[in-house]
């Protein structure tokens, strides 16, 4: 049974920088073809995809939050982390993993972030 | 980016009246269309995938049909359970995108 749990700040300062990580079991992220991706839901509004990762390390983005993105697998551990600078009460939102990385069949239970001063 | 045009945003029906959402891509996306269910609160369920695949449990009275730029989505019977918001996405190109969303409620 595959599983993600996010994990994270529910609160950050706007400038600041959000860490998130995804815990991910029931599969290796060590898999070539095996992706993990991120996906966030502000209140009220549709979902927006923001970035993913495949086991051989291959990283894709958003473009419009390009520049602002970072993710990371740990393998070892089973974990990806997305990293957001430069937050801004506009990136408050739910913020899921999911996998596989394309057809969004297991989603995390989503973590809700606040971007407030 | 390709845009998904989705509609309607929202709709009333009565319970075990048929339900139709439409999506619409911006260019060819041949059947990389998945749709998606969302409770309130809740992460988003898979239902359909490649537009017309019943994800595993699915219930029947759900149905995904097109190909290239213009989807359907189809409840046969609406159910109180089926209460939800719904969401088609197209992973043909990235970036993926989602339409923005049919919310369906039970008059």
């Known amino acids: 049974q595959i599983t993600l749990k996010e994990s994270g700040p529910t609160v950050v300062k706007p400038t600041q920088t959000l860490t998130l990580t995804c815990t991910f079991s029931?599969?290796?992220?060590?898999?070539?073809?095996?992706?993990v991706g991120w996906i966030r839901q502000p209140p009220g509004k549709a979902l927006e995809w923001l970035a993913l990762?495949?086991?051989?390390?291959?990283?894709r983005y958003s473009p419009s939050l390009e520049s602002r993105l970072t993710i990371t697998k740990d393998s070892s551990t089973n974990q990806v982390v997305l990293t957001m600078t430069n937050m801004d009460p506009v990136d408050t939102a739910t913020y899921y993993c999911?996998?596989?990385?394309?057809?969004?069949?297991?989603w995390g239970q989503g973590t809700l972030v606040t971007v407030s001063s | 980016d390709i845009q998904m045009t989705q509609s309607p945003s929202s709709m009333s029906a009565s319970e075990g009246d048929r339900v139709t959402i439409t999506c619409q891509a911006s260019q060819d996306i041949s059947n990389y269309l998945n749709w998606y269910q969302q409770k309130p609160g809740k992460a988003p369920k898979l239902l359909i995938y490649d537009a017309s695949n019943l994800d595993t449990g699915v219930p029947s009275r759900f149905r995904g049909s097109g190909s290239g730029t213009d989807f359907t989505f189809t409840i046969s019977s609406l159910q109180p359970e089926d209460i939800a918001t719904y969401y088609c996405?197209?992973?043909?190109?990235?970036?993926?995108?989602f339409g923005q969303g049919t919310k369906v409620e039970i008059k």
């Open positions: 999911v996998h596989p990385a394309l057809y969004l069949r297991h």
């Open positions: 029931g599969s290796s992220l060590r898999n070539n073809g095996v992706g």
């Open positions: 996405q197209q992973f043909d190109d990235l970036p993926v995108t």
């Open positions: 990762i495949y086991g051989d390390d291959d990283k």
